[in-house]
């Protein structure tokens, strides 16, 4: 397993992110709020963590749900993956959106995503006039998994 250092800032009550279990690869983000918010059914809300990073030129870090939130409670990350870039130092905040059919609470202190360290590839991008075959061509959308074509 890699190990790569961040550079964390933590206000004062954040949570610095932890992994749970020695093969885990999401560590948890949790909430720094100064009261509870409530998402709505069929709401959205930016959280806080009071966390900002430093990270290391040639990675991202990716903010994930947590699959707990999503099968017990229909919470899940808007923007899924989010992308925090090597070059931001604003502070970690986590769009949640809740499709469940209760609203939800989100107290200081609790685990509302994750987050996994990945390495970054940047492409060159060429202009062309053609692209080669290929057996699916343009078939999208689900083309691959319909029979008889």
């Known amino acids: ?7 964390v800032i933590a206000s004062k009550g954040a949570v610095i992110p932890q992994y749970k279990t020695a093969g885990a690869a999401g560590a948890d983000l949790c ?10 059914c069929g709401k959205f809300a930016i959280v806080p963590t009071g966390l900002f990073f430093e990270i290391p030129e040639g990675f991202e870090v990716q903010v994930r749900p947590r699959s707990g939130l999503a099968a017990k409670n229909g919470v899940t990350v808007l923007n899924t993956p989010g992308t925090i ?4 130092r604003g502070e970690l905040k986590v769009i949640l959106i809740n499709l469940g059919a209760a609203d ?6 609790d685990r509302i995503a994750q987050m996994v360290v990945s390495p970054v590839t940047q492409a060159t991008f060429s202009l062309t006039d053609s692209l080669s075959e290929t057996e699916r061509g343009t078939g999208g959308f689900g083309s691959t998994g319909v029979s008889g074509n």
Do not use: E, H, Q, R
């Open 1 to 7: 397993m890699n190990n790569i250092n961040i550079k």
């Open 104 to 109: 939800f609470t989100i107290n200081s202190g």
């Open 31 to 40: 909430a720094l709020l100064d009261s509870p918010l409530t998402i709505a």
């Open 85 to 88: 870039d090597s070059d931001y």
